[in-house]
Every structure is written in C-alpha cells, then in structure tokens.
C-alpha cells in the first residue's frame, strides 16, 4: 500500500480501478513552407473547427455542470478572436514562411509564457487556458482524434498529472468515479467542474504515474485528500464503509431530487431539463427530471455539409425516447439562423440574424427540413412508445402554426400509408419567444396543445436588448414587470383554453424566481439538469395562495429593481 | 492623442469577465485603443486583444492608462471609463 496526500478538491470517497489518463501530446515540427496562403487558409480551417469544437463543449458543460463552467469555453473562443495573437501566427506564416503548426505553437506559448510568468495564481492559471487552445488547434491542424478522454469504457478513478476542462467535460460522466491530478490548485477549472459534476476530487497529489499500473485499486478521499494505491485488507474494509456511507448520503439527496416538486398546499408543478443530446438525457434522470422540456436539436445541423439523413436524426431521437421511457419530451424543431450559418440549409450570416431568416420562418423556402424532422420525430417516437411534444421556435403568426400543422399531416399520411406504426401520444405546442405570440396568446391557444415561454429570447425582444452586447446586456431582465406581464398574459391565456405552459429559459432555474413563476400559474420549469434539485426544494418550502398574492403585487410594480426588491423581502 | 487614467476597482481586475468585457468595448470602436497597466510600469498593449490585456497582470486596486486614437476616440475612452468605473456593470 502507498499513501499520497494531496488537496481536497470534491467531497466523496471513491474505490476503483486506476486509470492513468495520458493526454494526446501532439508536436508541432517546424519546416519552410512554399506556400504560406495555403498555410494560412488550413489554419482558418482549423479555427472554424476549433470554434464548433468549444460550442459543443460549452452546450455539454452547460448541461451537465453549469453556467459558471460553461463559461470557461466561452473565453478559450475568445482567444480564438484575438487579433493580436492572429497577427503573431499571420506574420509567422507569411514572413518566416513557416508551416501553420509551428506558428501556433509559437504564438500561443509567447502568451502562455507571459501569462505565467505573473506573480498572481489566477493569471498563472490562464497560461493553462491559452495552452488547452492551442492544443485543440495542433490537434485539429495534425489530424489527431479530439482527445484520449472518450477512450475510458469502464468505471475508473482517474488519475493524471494535470487536466484542462475540456479533459475533464470529455470524460464519460458515468465512467468517473473519482479525479487526482499531480498538479493543479483546488480553484482550477478542474477541481469546480468536479465539484460541479459531483465526483470525488483531490489536486497537487505527488503521484508517480509510471509506478502505477492500469487497474491498481485505488482509494480516493476528497475529504481529506488522502489518496491510497492497493490498500490493504484492513484499509480497504474502513473506506468500503465510509463509502458505502457517503453514497447513502448522497442518494438521500437524490431520492430528494426524484420525489414530486409539491407545495405546501399541495400544489404539483412538473420540474423538467433542458437537453442538447443523449448524454444530457443520462444526466437529467440522475437529477431527478420528470421529463424533458426543452431539447435542442440544433447539435444534429451544426458542423457539416449536409443535411443529416432521417435514418441518422431517428436514431439520436429514439435514444433519448428510450431513455425518458414514456416520460414526456418537448422536442424543439430547428432553431438555427445567421448567427450560426449552415450553407447547405442556405444560411447565410446576416446583419440581423435574431431578426432575420431563421428557425420557423425558413419553412417559406425550406420545407423539406422541417418535413424530414417530424418524420424522423414520429417514426422515433412510434418505436419507442414516447410521449413527444413537438414544438415549434420564434412563432409570431397565426398561419405559421397552420402551415407546419400541414407538413406534420402531410408526414403522418405519408408514414401511414407505408405502415411505419405512429406515436400514440402527439402534442403540438410553440415557444412563446416574441412578443407578438404572447400578446396574441388567447389566439394561440386555440390552435396548440401547449406552450413553452423562452424567457431569453422573450426578454431580448421585449425590451428590445442584445443579450451580446455587454454595453446594454444588463439591461435584459425577465424581472422587467414588461416581461412578466406577457407571461402572466401567455399562461392566462392557455388555462382559459385549459391548455398547458411550460418556461425553458434561464429564468426557470432561477430560485429567486420560483415564488412569482408558482403565483402566475406556471405549469411546467424546465432548466438545465443541475438547478433540478435546488429548484424542487425551494418549490416545496412555498404555497401557491402566498405566490399568487406575490405574483399579483410584482406585477403591479414599475421596475425591474422594484420586483427584485420584493421578492428579496418576501423570499429572503 | 486622448488618454484618460482609471482605477480598477473590481475585486478579480482586469481578468475574467472584466476582462473579457473590457475587450469586448474596445472591440465595438473603430479606432486603437491601448492600455496601460500603471501601477506596475509596463508598456502599454492593445485593448482590443484579451491576451494583451491579461498579460498586463491588473489586479483589484490598480492604475490603468487608456489611449484611444481615431474615429469616434473620444467616445471609446468615455464608454471604457464609464465600463471600469461602474465596476463592470456588476
């Protein structure tokens, strides 16, 4: 037995197989180039790719950890943009004529050097950053598979001498049982994004990597950051119990998570997840979601050349039916536009692309998408015995419900007629995103089975704010009586017609907001997996006849600072 | 050449999202923009890259220098000064 002492970095006991992750190291050789155009066009490329790579790991974190982690992606995009580090890899290229590779190697590690070079830990720990870029790129530009991490196919703690956060998000959630790296601080992205996915971790842990062979048991305590290869009998017994100990705790809080969202008085409301994939799937049943409210299919568009065949979308679909078994999906059509350009869907950047061609509005030129999608979505949910919801994006007229109605009909004949068995449950709902839709509400209702309130898009449109733009992004609260009034408009409006509504933006995994979302009648939350269990909870500490004095007060107040005031003093 | 000195007072500096935000303003201009960490005396770098910026090395309490020179100058330094003096909008 051996006994190394690190730094506590995520509470939890873990007991398992050793797996020494060894990052792909990649080397970028330097040589002359003839051509430094065709260096510089590969590089673009490489950039491109890079872009996509970090959106997808944005969307994963967001889903599976949070919006603090998910921001870490965020700004390595960032980098992506900078001129002068581009001005550095350009004139590498052009004036030293040298291949893209070493150019950014070079470049990269000039501010990665300078970066650690600083006195103060959290500049330090940007060089980190700037390198888990570049190896992203160097990657991309030598044709090396993205990362080793998907390579570990069995339960394992993890060990390695340091891990960037695309490492750690890449890992297969259910494989992980525990972290220790030899390097890293216990405010590394590492140690929040374990804390953040709820796995044992322990940091600046003096491991020798090469004296410890695959499958050696370990024992990992994220407590008191002790780590132990091939414990003893004895030891082994002890942290077996004190495991065992721990998991009971945690499923305590997890039964928690899978009891009903109730309020004091009884009042049931539904607590779903916003998902962008299978695996989000996985993560929002263990958070405990009554279903899903909100599943983006947009990961099926992003990042090629052609639209993906109905046989491809079927099976991402039946898999995610499979898993929620019966419980309810709100599937979202395609929602793409020129913020996001897709050539082969004749997307095209534009000057205003939350204005401009996109998400239900390319049916006028592109109906065979759509068409192909709610085909694909019934013969999946026909297989899988699904309770599919199909809903629609930025609807903000009366015959755009009609002519998708259409295309759905038009696909269900023609399914029928070739024997595909059909879904036996179907609803047909739309997201109240504009204004418009939630103003004309009443309208609405007659002509849907339900609706899901975007609080995000709601608000930037309403209050006529971009969200990107940091000068005036402050300024996009749901909290603006405006916003609440449409949603209080948006649910009277379908209860009157004894329809349901959800709300899949940001705002329904808001604790603060919980009280005023109760009080205005509010059917369904649907939030990323994380903010479940915290949301249920605070759901069950209120009554509904209390909210709907709060939601009836808030609404009556002139400003965005007044409502948050309010509810600060009724729900402290 | 329009310049202006400012403090920066949020506790993580010129780092994360202040720096990041702070990027992102400069971006909007037209016109250069530099910035100067004044504190500790290093040359000034161009605002509109964020590497640049982190690797001033500003932290809660620092003296900066901004320059701005060209279109719409004067309205960059107001926006970048009224970005650090309200804390970075938090």
């Keep these: 037995m051996k006994r190394y002492q690190g730094l506590p970095a995520s509470g939890g006991i873990a007991i398992g197989p050793a797996w020494v992750y060894r990052p792909v190291r990649v080397q970028a050789e330097r040589r002359g180039v003839q051509h430094p155009d065709e260096e510089w066009q590969r590089l673009e490329e490489a950039i491109h790719q890079a872009r996509v790579q970090l959106e997808a790991l944005r969307t994963r974190a967001l889903a599976t950890a949070g919006e603090e982690e998910a921001a870490i992606f965020e700004a390595h995009a960032l980098f992506l943009d900078d001129v002068e580090l581009l001005a550095r890899v350009r004139q590498a290229i052009f004036e030293e004529q040298i291949n893209a590779e070493a150019a950014v190697e070079e470049s990269f590690e000039h501010y990665a050097a300078m970066l650690q070079a600083l006195d103060d830990a959290y500049f330090q720990a940007r060089a980190q950053d700037v390198r888990d870029v570049k190896m992203r790129l160097l990657r991309i530009l030598m044709g090396v598979e993205d990362s080793a991490a998907a390579a570990l196919d069995h339960p394992a703690i993890i060990l390695a001498e340091d891990l960037t956060p695309s490492d750690t998000i890449q890992f297969p959630r259910d494989a992980i049982l525990g972290l220790a790296t030899v390097r890293g601080g216990p405010t590394s992205h590492t140690a929040i994004l374990a804390r953040a996915l709820g796995v044992p971790a322990v940091v600046s842990v003096p491991l020798d990597l090469d004296a410890i062979p695959a499958g050696t048991t370990v024992v990992l305590d994220g407590d008191s950051g002790e780590v132990l290869t091939s414990p003893t009998t004895v030891v082994l017994a002890a942290a077996r119990s004190k495991e065992r100990q721990w998991q009971q705790q945690r499923e305590e809080a997890t039964r928690h998570a899978h009891r009903p969202a109730l309020t004091r008085d009884g009042h049931q409301v539904e607590v779903v997840a916003n998902i962008g994939g299978v695996e989000d799937a996985r993560q929002a049943l263990s958070m405990g979601a009554e279903g899903v409210g909100l599943f983006r299919t947009e990961f099926l568009y992003l990042d090629r050349t052609d639209m993906p065949g109905e046989e491809e ?216 997996p994380v903010s479940i269990p915290a949301v249920k909870e605070d759901i069950r500490r209120w009554s509904l006849s209390l909210c709907r004095d709060i939601a009836q007060k808030a609404l009556e107040l002139p400003t965005t600072e007044a409502v948050r005031r309010y509810l600060q003093e009724v729900a402290p | 050449m329009p310049a202006l000195s400012l403090i920066v007072n949020h506790p993580a500096g010129l780092h994360a999202r202040p720096a990041a935000e702070f990027v992102k303003t400069a971006v909007s201009f037209p016109c250069a923009i530099t910035v100067r960490n004044v504190t500790d005396d290093k040359p000034p770098v161009n605002a509109k890259s964020i590497l640049s910026v982190l690797t001033l090395g500003v932290n809660q309490g620092y003296e900066i220098e901004v320059t701005a020179e060209g279109e719409r100058a004067e309205e960059a330094l107001t926006a970048i000064a009224e970005l650090v003096n309200n804390n970075f909008g938090e």
Excluded at chain 1, 342 to 363: C, H, K, Q, S, T
Excluded at chain 1, 522 to 528: I, K, N, Q, R, T
Aim: aromatic residues 6%; glycine residues 6%.
């Design chain 1, 313 to 528: 979308q079927i099976e991402v679909y039946r898999q995610v039916f499979e898993l929620m078994e019966g419980r309810p999906v709100v599937v979202r059509t395609l929602d793409i536009g020129g913020d996001k350009p897709a050539p082969y869907l004749d997307v095209e950047p534009e000057p205003n692309p939350f204005l401009g061609w996109r998400a239900i509005r390319m049916m006028d030129r592109r109906p065979d998408v759509l068409g192909s999608q709610l085909r694909a979505l019934l013969v999946a949910a026909g297989q899988t015995d699904a309770d599919l919801r199909i809903m629609l994006p930025l609807v903000s007229r009366l015959d755009e419900i009609e002519q998708a109605r259409a295309l759905l009909e038009e696909a269900r004949t023609s399914l029928m007629a070739q024997d595909v068995p059909l879904p036996g449950r179907l609803q047909f709902g739309m997201m109240v995103e504009t204004p418009a839709a939630a103003l004309l509400a009443h309208h609405f209702a007659r002509t849907v089975d339900f609706f899901s309130i975007g609080t995000n898009d709601l608000t930037q449109y309403t209050l006529a704010v971009d969200r990107t733009n940091e000068r005036v992004a402050h300024l996009a609260s749901p909290y603006h009586p405006a916003v609440l009034r449409l949603i209080a408009m948006t649910i009277e409006a379908a209860h009157a017609r004894g329809k349901w509504v959800g709300l899949c933006g940001e705002f329904a995994g808001d604790v603060q907001a919980v009280p005023l979302l109760l009080g205005l009648g509010l059917d369904e939350f649907s939030m990323a």
